[in-house]
């Protein structure tokens, strides 16, 4: 089989990876793909929001099965191009994607449908938010409502930073139209909880839980970010946890969406707050998480092109999806002043051994040499059968492997163990 996979990240590796696990694969095509993932596809310069390009890439290379993976292209209706000309694919069409491209049809769906989330107002003008805020608890959550690679999200500590939130987005448009409507919410407490799920829009299976670590620095602190590591599983997801969230959040997400004639095919991702009143949705995104991905997919024992498959097919209820009873740490290496402004071009050292537990984000291959070329450079994985065996090897890993300007967390999984050891 011939696959395409749409992207360029870390999160693309770790799939293509996993999809070259199985025997029917013969060749893999990333578009764009990065430096790192030349050694496991053959990399195509298009642009994965190139959707022409995409398209007569996959009609004049006859793709048996397309993988697209990032949020904008399925956004931007990538999937409906490409089933158009027959190629099958996994990832929502545009009309199911809306569900991460448009933060006020999440909010409305979930309230619609008695999905348990944050009270929230929906503006489209500044001077109605700004009176609103006039007098809304503080802290208080300001989001953009459209798509903001994943900085759309201010929390704002004070009344001053809730205003500032609301200028700079509705009229300074720092996220360009994503901030034409905006959702003000209520801020909630409690752990965070990451899960990736397979769907096929009849049946839902969720993956196995994550942590993220979204601030740049040690002790959550610093400005937010893509994400710094993860691990899983996530101790604070226990069996009654995710009963109670396959019951109350799930299900009925999926039912919702074909009920308003948007059947979501893919891989549907619930970004959770484990809230004093129970769990809730804090957002959904609709394709994998970056970096949640790193450490989901290492523990996967099943096929993943077979249960890919299954959810384009509408087999997934038939499909076995098994995960290890193992634990994975994921340790980002980024470059130093991450994510504002660094420096790239450095080369990158990694020893044979190390490789296989690397997925490789922003580097691009110069005169055949790996040197960075993003602010997440890339990401170091080991499973081992305890959370505290695969911290330990994560970090040995990343002692392997070197580059100028390289910038690290050394507290990922931290709060994971402490609860483990509250447990």
């Given amino acids: 089989m011939k696959i395409l996979v749409v992207g360029g990240g870390g999160r693309e590796h770790a799939i293509i990876k996993k999809i070259k696990e199985n025997p ?84 409305n769906l979930m309230k619609k449908y008695g999905i348990p989330t944050a009270e929230y107002e929906v503006f489209s003008d500044a001077a109605s938010a700004l009176e609103y805020l006039k007098d809304a608890p503080i802290p208080t959550v300001i989001k953009a409502d459209g798509l903001a690679l994943g900085k759309g999200v201010i929390i704002a500590e004070t009344r001053e930073a809730a205003f500032d939130a609301v200028h700079s987005m509705m009229e300074d448009k720092v996220f360009g139209e994503s901030g034409s409507n905006i959702v003000i919410e209520e801020f909630l407490t409690g752990p965070e909880v990451s899960v990736l799920s397979f769907t096929d829009g009849k049946t839902v299976v969720p993956m196995i839980s994550s942590q993220d670590h979204k601030r740049a620095h040690d002790n959550d602190t610093g400005l937010n970010t893509g994400g710094m590591g993860t691990v899983a599983p996530n101790p604070y997801y226990t069996n009654d946890v995710a009963k109670e969230c396959m019951e109350k959040i799930f299900v009925p997400t999926i039912n919702a969406m074909a009920s308003e004639g948007r059947t979501f095919k893919g891989c549907l991702y619930f970004g959770l707050m484990l809230t004093p009143k129970g769990p809730k949705v804090i957002e959904y995104n609709c394709r994998f998480g970056d970096p949640e991905t790193q450490v989901v997919l290492p523990l996967l024992e099943s096929d993943l092109l077979t249960v890919m498959r299954a959810t384009t097919n509408g087999t997934l209820a038939e499909c076995e999806v098994k995960f290890a009873k193992k634990n994975a740490c994921c340790v980002i290496m980024a470059s130093d002043g991450y994510p504002e402004h660094y420096e790239k071009g450095f080369p990158i050292t990694i020893p044979e051994a190390t490789l296989p537990s690397v997925y490789v984000a922003g580097a691009a291959l110069k005169d055949g040499a790996l040197v960075t070329s993003g602010g997440r450079v890339l990401g170091v994985t080991a499973v081992e059968d305890t959370l505290k065996g695969a911290i330990e090897s994560a970090y040995k890993l990343v002692g392997t492997v070197d580059f100028d300007n390289a910038f690290y967390r050394h507290d990922i999984g931290k709060r994971a163990l402490m609860a483990k050891e509250n447990n």
């Fill in 24 to 107: 029917t694969v013969t060749e893999i095509f990333a578009l764009p793909g990065n430096g790192g993932i030349a050694k496991d596809a053959t990399c195509v310069n298009i642009g994965a929001k190139d959707i022409p390009a995409i398209v007569k890439f996959a009609e004049e290379n006859k793709i048996d099965y397309a993988i697209v993976a990032p949020d904008d292209p399925l956004v931007l209706g990538c999937v409906d191009a490409l089933e158009a000309i027959g190629v099958p694919c996994f990832g929502p069409r545009a009309n199911a994607a809306i569900i991460e491209g448009s933060k006020v049809f999440s909010k």
